[in-house]
């Protein structure tokens, strides 16, 4: 999830392509990785929450507190409380920057 902040600019390359920026809050495992043992039945145990089989996950190389820059159309919008946030596929996520230390 990511706290959005409002300041949009033009892809280089595609002037059609915006770019969103934002500070990530919180991100998710990673990528669901199934393994030889995993059926359709596993990941429908998965979603329900009872998962007979450990699932792997490839970890985001995001963290939280970084500054990205997304694609306009690579998330879905959430206000809370007042606040713009928004839920970006990792895909749209074009450039991260990390503060050392």
């Known amino acids: 999830m990511v706290e959005r902040i409002d300041h949009p600019i033009h892809s280089t390359v595609d002037e059609k392509r915006i770019l969103?920026?934002?500070?990530?809050?919180?991100?998710?495992p990673g990528f669901l990785?199934?393994?030889?043992?995993?059926?359709?039945?596993d990941i429908d145990s998965l979603i329900a929450g009872t998962d007979s089989v450990k699932p792997m996950f490839v970890p985001m190389d995001v963290e939280e507190g970084d500054f990205i820059y997304y694609h306009k159309d690579g998330g879905e919008d959430i206000f809370l409380d007042g606040r713009h946030y928004v839920v970006v596929q990792y895909t749209s996520v074009r450039l991260f920057v990390r503060k050392e230390g």
Request: one cysteine or more; aromatic letters at 6%.
């Open 20 to 28: 969103l920026c934002g500070r990530v809050i919180k991100k998710g």
């Open 33 to 41: 990785v199934p393994n030889n043992q995993m059926t359709f039945n």
